[in-house]
């Protein structure tokens, strides 16, 4: 299926350390986004990348792209607590339909 | 410029009752996504559409599901004779006509079946 999919499951860290999480996808696409979602709350969008880039930055993230790899990974840096979420990476090969991973559950332990 | 509405934000059925759930997209947005989140996983498409047209329906479930967005008036998404394993949160998400690929969702449905 054309389903991303997260790495790690679950990672928790002291607040003030980096977080990095994978997402790996199996066809090629035109984007990727990462989202993040609050437990019982709807999704948040924080970051797209096209297929054409190799990183991007927006404040704290930074999300690369290996095509060749078929992966992604969002880096999180100087984690707060309020960070605490699952992070979710979306593809599409479609147009418009996305195709979400399972997430990675993140805790910021202060 | 409010967000992308959803509501009930909670909702109850008993086994074999309908389930409609709707979503307003945001201002000046026509298209439309459906996605269901089951405990402890991703979301998974269901459905997109745009204004008084269903664009792609593959991850919809053949029998029981349907979906709509009127000209007027908002989306909505209903389940018919609901079971247990319907319970799940029900997300919308809305973009722009063209050129955004980026999707703003909505807070969820939670619907849980008895």
């Known amino acids: 299926s054309q389903q991303g999919e997260e790495d790690p499951q679950a990672l928790s860290i002291q607040e003030g350390e980096n977080a990095t999480m994978n997402c790996s996808y199996k066809?090629?696409?035109?984007?990727l986004q990462w989202y993040r979602q609050n437990s019982g709350r709807g999704l948040v969008h924080l970051i797209l990348?096209?297929?054409?880039?190799r990183e991007k930055h927006s404040g704290r993230l930074r999300v690369t792209l290996d095509t060749s790899k078929k992966s992604s990974s969002l880096l999180i840096t100087a984690s707060r607590a309020a960070d605490t979420a699952s992070y979710f990476c979306a593809t599409d090969a479609y147009g418009n339909q996305f195709y979400f991973g399972t997430g990675t559950s993140l805790t910021v332990i202060p | 410029n409010a967000g992308v509405m959803q509501n009930p934000r909670h909702l109850v059925r008993r086994r074999g009752q309908e389930a409609r759930l709707r979503c307003s997209p945001m201002k000046g947005h026509s298209h439309v996504y459906w996605y269901r989140q089951l405990p402890e996983e991703g979301l998974k498409f269901m459905v997109y559409?745009?204004?008084?047209?269903?664009?792609?329906e593959s991850g919809m479930p053949k029998e029981r599901f349907s979906a709509e967005f009127p000209k007027e008036g908002p989306s909505i998404l209903r389940i018919q004779q609901v079971v247990r394993g319907d319970s799940a949160a029900y997300f919308c998400?809305?973009?722009?006509?063209?050129?955004?690929?980026?999707?703003?969702f909505g807070p969820g449905t939670r619907l849980t079946v008895t």
């Open positions: 559409l745009q204004k008084e047209n269903i664009i792609d």
């Open positions: 998400a809305s973009s722009p006509p063209i050129g955004s690929y980026e999707q703003y």
């Open positions: 066809t090629s696409i035109n984007n």
């Open positions: 990348i096209r297929s054409n880039e």
